[in-house]
Protein backbone atom coordinates (compact mmCIF):
# COMPACT_ATOMS: atom_id res chain seq x y z
CA UNK A 1 0.00 0.00 0.00
CA UNK A 2 1.12 3.53 -1.00
CA UNK A 3 -0.11 6.97 0.63
CA UNK A 4 -0.02 10.27 -0.96
CA UNK A 5 -0.47 13.42 1.12
CA UNK A 6 -1.97 15.99 -0.95
CA UNK A 7 -1.85 19.61 0.11
CA UNK A 8 -1.70 23.12 -1.11
CA UNK A 9 -1.28 26.40 -0.04
CA UNK A 10 -4.13 29.15 0.78
CA UNK A 11 -3.05 32.45 1.71
CA UNK A 12 -5.10 34.57 4.18
CA UNK A 13 -4.93 38.36 4.03
CA UNK A 14 -6.34 39.67 7.30
CA UNK A 15 -8.17 42.71 5.36
CA UNK A 16 -8.43 44.27 2.00
CA UNK A 17 -5.71 46.76 2.53
CA UNK A 18 -3.10 43.63 1.87
CA UNK A 19 -4.05 42.99 -1.45
CA UNK A 20 -3.31 44.18 -4.76
CA UNK A 21 -5.14 47.01 -6.31
CA UNK A 22 -6.17 44.88 -8.97
CA UNK A 23 -7.72 42.15 -6.55
CA UNK A 24 -9.59 44.37 -4.32
CA UNK A 25 -10.89 46.28 -7.35
CA UNK A 26 -12.32 42.60 -8.41
CA UNK A 27 -13.51 41.97 -4.84
CA UNK A 28 -15.20 45.37 -4.86
CA UNK A 29 -17.03 43.72 -7.83
CA UNK A 30 -17.80 41.01 -6.75
CA UNK A 31 -18.84 42.43 -3.59
CA UNK A 32 -21.53 44.91 -5.82
CA UNK A 33 -22.56 42.08 -7.54
CA UNK A 34 -24.17 39.94 -4.84
CA UNK A 35 -26.37 42.65 -3.91
CA UNK A 36 -28.47 41.57 -6.80
CA UNK A 37 -28.57 38.29 -5.74
CA UNK A 38 -32.25 36.72 -6.03
CA UNK A 39 -32.16 34.80 -2.65
CA UNK A 40 -35.87 34.99 -1.00
CA UNK A 41 -35.18 31.60 0.18
CA UNK A 42 -31.86 31.10 1.94
CA UNK A 43 -31.31 34.51 3.07
CA UNK A 44 -27.73 33.71 1.78
CA UNK A 45 -26.66 36.47 -1.03
CA UNK A 46 -23.10 35.69 -3.30
CA UNK A 47 -21.74 37.98 -5.60
CA UNK A 48 -18.86 36.51 -8.47
CA UNK A 49 -16.34 38.07 -10.71
CA UNK A 50 -14.69 36.86 -12.97
CA UNK A 51 -11.17 38.60 -14.31
CA UNK A 52 -10.63 37.66 -18.06
CA UNK A 53 -7.33 37.77 -20.08
CA UNK A 54 -8.59 40.80 -21.87
CA UNK A 55 -9.17 42.57 -18.93
CA UNK A 56 -13.01 42.26 -19.17
CA UNK A 57 -15.04 41.42 -15.57
CA UNK A 58 -18.26 39.26 -15.89
CA UNK A 59 -19.92 39.30 -12.70
CA UNK A 60 -23.00 37.14 -11.10
CA UNK A 61 -24.87 36.63 -7.97
CA UNK A 62 -26.91 33.45 -6.72
CA UNK A 63 -30.44 33.51 -8.84
CA UNK A 64 -32.64 30.99 -6.44
CA UNK A 65 -36.50 29.56 -7.49
CA UNK A 66 -38.90 28.31 -5.21
CA UNK A 67 -37.96 25.13 -7.04
CA UNK A 68 -34.93 25.33 -5.26
CA UNK A 69 -32.84 23.28 -7.60
CA UNK A 70 -33.49 25.45 -10.38
CA UNK A 71 -31.39 28.19 -8.67
CA UNK A 72 -28.36 28.70 -9.66
CA UNK A 73 -25.27 29.39 -7.60
CA UNK A 74 -23.06 33.19 -8.63
CA UNK A 75 -20.05 31.12 -9.27
CA UNK A 76 -21.64 29.54 -12.26
CA UNK A 77 -23.86 32.18 -13.27
CA UNK A 78 -20.46 34.10 -13.71
CA UNK A 79 -18.16 31.80 -15.53
CA UNK A 80 -21.29 30.58 -17.99
CA UNK A 81 -21.75 33.97 -18.76
CA UNK A 82 -17.91 34.85 -18.97
CA UNK A 83 -18.29 31.23 -21.54
CA UNK A 84 -21.14 32.46 -23.67
CA UNK A 85 -20.13 36.26 -23.42
CA UNK A 86 -16.22 35.89 -24.66
CA UNK A 87 -15.86 32.39 -25.58
CA UNK A 88 -12.02 30.59 -25.04
CA UNK A 89 -10.73 34.13 -23.49
CA UNK A 90 -8.63 32.61 -20.32
CA UNK A 91 -10.76 32.99 -17.06
CA UNK A 92 -7.61 34.85 -14.83
CA UNK A 93 -9.22 34.54 -11.34
CA UNK A 94 -12.32 34.50 -9.91
CA UNK A 95 -13.42 37.12 -6.45
CA UNK A 96 -16.22 35.15 -4.91
CA UNK A 97 -18.19 37.42 -1.51
CA UNK A 98 -20.99 35.71 0.61
CA UNK A 99 -22.72 36.92 3.56
CA UNK A 100 -25.85 35.75 5.22
CA UNK A 101 -28.55 38.30 6.31
CA UNK A 102 -29.45 36.18 9.02
CA UNK A 103 -26.10 35.82 10.81
CA UNK A 104 -22.74 37.77 10.63
CA UNK A 105 -20.47 35.79 8.84
CA UNK A 106 -16.93 36.27 9.22
CA UNK A 107 -15.11 33.28 7.29
CA UNK A 108 -14.87 33.46 3.72
CA UNK A 109 -17.63 30.44 1.99
CA UNK A 110 -15.61 28.42 -0.27
CA UNK A 111 -17.72 27.37 -3.81
CA UNK A 112 -19.61 24.56 -3.68
CA UNK A 113 -19.03 21.08 -4.89
CA UNK A 114 -20.76 21.51 -8.32
CA UNK A 115 -19.48 25.21 -8.86
CA UNK A 116 -15.84 23.82 -8.23
CA UNK A 117 -16.33 21.06 -10.75
CA UNK A 118 -17.86 23.93 -12.96
CA UNK A 119 -15.00 26.16 -12.85
CA UNK A 120 -12.16 22.94 -13.06
CA UNK A 121 -13.99 22.34 -16.47
CA UNK A 122 -12.65 26.05 -17.66
CA UNK A 123 -9.64 25.32 -15.99
CA UNK A 124 -8.59 21.87 -17.45
CA UNK A 125 -9.91 24.05 -20.78
CA UNK A 126 -7.40 26.39 -20.74
CA UNK A 127 -4.62 24.82 -19.49
CA UNK A 128 -3.90 28.00 -16.78
CA UNK A 129 -4.83 28.05 -13.33
CA UNK A 130 -7.45 29.81 -11.97
CA UNK A 131 -6.97 32.01 -8.80
CA UNK A 132 -9.72 32.11 -6.45
CA UNK A 133 -10.31 35.08 -4.00
CA UNK A 134 -12.78 34.42 -1.48
CA UNK A 135 -14.45 36.64 1.30
CA UNK A 136 -16.99 36.57 3.74
CA UNK A 137 -18.70 38.84 5.35
CA UNK A 138 -15.74 41.40 6.19
CA UNK A 139 -12.72 39.48 5.96
CA UNK A 140 -10.37 37.62 6.34
CA UNK A 141 -9.70 36.95 2.54
CA UNK A 142 -8.48 33.54 1.22
CA UNK A 143 -6.61 33.12 -1.80
CA UNK A 144 -5.88 29.87 -3.91
CA UNK A 145 -3.89 29.88 -6.70
CA UNK A 146 -6.21 27.33 -8.73
CA UNK A 147 -9.27 25.79 -8.48
CA UNK A 148 -7.69 22.09 -8.07
CA UNK A 149 -5.79 22.83 -5.26
CA UNK A 150 -10.08 23.00 -3.66
CA UNK A 151 -11.18 20.34 -6.02
CA UNK A 152 -8.31 17.53 -5.45
CA UNK A 153 -8.74 14.04 -8.02
CA UNK A 154 -10.98 15.84 -9.96
CA UNK A 155 -13.29 14.68 -12.58
CA UNK A 156 -12.03 16.01 -16.00
CA UNK A 157 -13.00 15.79 -19.73
CA UNK A 158 -10.45 13.42 -20.41
CA UNK A 159 -12.01 10.06 -18.51
CA UNK A 160 -14.82 10.20 -21.43
CA UNK A 161 -12.85 9.59 -24.37
N1 LIG B 1 -24.52 29.53 -3.21
C1 LIG B 1 -23.72 30.15 -4.13
O1 LIG B 1 -24.13 31.09 -4.81
N2 LIG B 1 -22.46 29.67 -4.27
C2 LIG B 1 -21.93 28.62 -3.60
O2 LIG B 1 -20.84 28.17 -3.90
C3 LIG B 1 -22.69 28.01 -2.51
C4 LIG B 1 -24.09 28.43 -2.37
C5 LIG B 1 -25.90 29.99 -3.09
C6 LIG B 1 -26.92 28.99 -3.57
C7 LIG B 1 -28.13 29.38 -2.78
O3 LIG B 1 -28.80 30.43 -3.46
C8 LIG B 1 -27.56 29.94 -1.48
O4 LIG B 1 -26.20 30.23 -1.74
C9 LIG B 1 -27.67 28.99 -0.30
O5 LIG B 1 -27.13 27.75 -0.60
Known sequence: MKSKTLSFQLSIFESLAELPKEDQELISLASQAKENAYAPYSHFKVGAAVL????????????????????????????????????????????IVASSEKTATREPAAPCGNCRQSIFEYENKQKKPIELLLMGGEGPIY???????????????????
Open 143 to 161: KCLSIKDILPLAFKSDFLV
Open 52 to 95: LENKQVVIGSNQENASYPSGLCAERVAVFQAGAKFPGVTILKIA
